[in-house]
């Protein structure tokens, strides 16, 4: 995570001081907030896992198909690489499934074909992981388009749409004595959770 954020600060500082125009380095970057709901399409499950209970090892996969609705709220704070592209560092609260919440930390790349400074279409990808109890939990990346319309010559609002997929290692739940199972009997707890975020940003 770190080294993550230092391969960040050495790019951004790596940048020319000035843009044509007599823009500043430092106008050059523009914070937001972010906020909408995410429906959730599908999941996959597959865990591997002794119950101690039975004393036997129980092999559990398969897909499900929750019917929930989750909500999103990020804050970022973006960097313009040029007139027509945008580096976006974001975080925030994220639901991903039916009880289960994440912090994201997401790194994001947003291409405007008409320019920043146009109405029109934008395309956006984002690549992250997300927190949980103060350790990395998951990797997440999204990919979407939009549509970006012009406030002011400082601020835009946008609208989103994206396909998001997480992978995650839950805690596994043990049905039969109604607790989680202990992380030294677990073998394997992979999850899949696949949905659509919907939501608008405020730039500024």
């Not at 029109?120 to 350790?135: A, E, N, P, T, Y």
Request: charged residues 20%.
């Amino acid at each position: 995570m770190k080294r993550l954020h230092a391969y960040i600060l050495v790019f951004l500082l790596s940048c020319q001081p000035l843009i044509a125009g007599g823009e500043t380095f430092l106008s050059r970057f523009h914070p937001g907030i972010e906020w909408g709901f995410s429906p959730s399409l599908a999941s996959y499950h597959h865990f591997n896992y002794l119950d101690e209970s039975i004393g036997f090892r129980i092999d559990d996969e398969g897909w499900t198909y929750p019917d929930c609705m989750n909500a999103f709220f990020l804050a970022s704070i973006s960097f313009d690489l040029g007139r027509k592209t945008g580096l976006s560092l974001l975080s925030g609260y994220h639901g991903v499934d039916k009880d289960r919440r994440m912090v994201p930390l997401l790194l994001r790349t947003d291409i405007y074909p008409k320019g920043k400074d146009r109405d029109g279409f934008i395309l956006f990808s984002d690549l992250g992981v997300s927190l949980r109890s103060k350790q990395i939990s998951s990797n997440q990346f999204q990919l979407g388009s939009g549509y970006s319309i012009v406030l002011t010559p400082h601020s835009s609002l946008v609208f989103r749409l994206g396909a998001r997929i997480v992978y995650d290692t839950p805690d596994v739940w043990d049905p039969i004595e109604e607790e989680y199972i202990s992380a030294r009997n677990i073998k394997r707890n992979d999850a899949w959770y696949y949905a659509l975020n919907i939501g608008v940003g405020l730039y500024f």
